[in-house]
């Protein structure tokens, strides 16, 4: 894999990408040289702290510390969403160490959506907890992020699994952790979930699997904001990305 530039595409499934960091535990583990990261939603998130050089330890302490009274605050009824996610952003910012795109020890690519325009934008400069912020704002239910002259939503909304982003930013080979493929077990149990569970079904109707390797971990079961299984999902995250080790090094060995 010398000469072959390694991308990782994470999808949006909120907490669930908890699921995401047990599945980078095992690329880290084996020596798995990630160059250019893309993320939507929840993946921009985890990212964010991959691509600033937090370890699989730490980022799962970071998303044991959430909870929604920590992540969200309530603006009322007369904004453009009922809750802010300035508290998320505080936190995040705290935990990355920098907040700058080009400090970043890894290329980053967060991914958002132009509500005025039904654009995808794709973020890679300025401030990342701004970006990160905006790719995980749920329409209705987080207020928007104002971007110049957008106004910016949950990437979901538009690519919930970006999993072309890293094609376009140099990469050769692409491995997709995909978090919001299977089927819900559970109905939703508020609207934020339906938002979510909605944005997941339009991605799935209109997207394009292209990544060298899919890594689908099963977290069905779990809720959108199911705090309490964080670490459940992150050992589903490690025994599915165990799963596909052996076609990931073949894979990269092919590529060499």
């Keep these: ?59 799962l302490s970071f998303m044991k510390q959430l909870s929604w009274p920590k992540t969200t605050r309530f603006v009322g009824t007369k904004q453009l969403g009922f809750f802010s996610t300035n508290p998320f952003r505080d936190r995040l910012h705290d935990a990355l160490g920098t907040e700058r795109f080009d400090l970043l ?11 005025l325009t039904g654009a995808r ?29 957008a106004l910016l939503i949950d990437g979901g909304a538009i690519d919930n699994y970006p999993v072309t982003v890293p094609y376009e930013f140099g990469a050769h080979t692409v491995i997709g952790i995909d978090i919001g493929s299977h089927p819900h077990e559970r109905k939703p149990r508020n609207a934020a979930e339906v938002l979510l569970a909605y944005m997941e079904v339009k991605s799935k109707s209109t997207g394009v699997r292209v990544a060298s390797i899919d890594i689908v971990p099963d977290v ?23 799963e596909k080790l052996p076609e990931i090094l073949e894979l990269l060995d092919t590529d060499a």
């Excluded at 999808?11 to 939507?40: C, K």
């Excluded at 020890?105 to 509500?115: Q, S, T």
């Excluded at 973020?123 to 971007?147: D, K, M, Q, R």
Aim: aromatic residues 6%; contains cysteine; hydrophobic residues 50%.
């Design 1 to 59: 894999m010398a000469n072959r530039t390694i991308g990782l595409a994470l999808s949006g499934g909120a907490v669930r990408g908890a699921a995401q960091i047990g599945a980078i535990a095992v690329l880290e583990e084996n020596d798995i040289p990630i160059e250019i990261v893309a993320g939507t939603s929840a993946g921009a998130a985890v990212g964010a702290l991959y691509a600033a050089g937090l370890s699989p330890d730490e980022m």
């Design 220 to 242: 069905r079961e779990f809720s959108s904001f199911d705090f309490d299984n964080i670490p459940e999902m992150y050992e589903r995250g490690r025994t599915t990305a165990l």
């Design 121 to 149: 934008v794709l973020l890679t400069e300025g401030e990342v907890c701004t970006a990160v912020a905006a790719s995980t704002a749920i329409p209705g239910l987080f207020v928007p992020v104002e971007y110049g002259d």
């Design 105 to 115: 020890e890894k290329k980053l690519i967060v991914i958002a959506c132009d509500v």
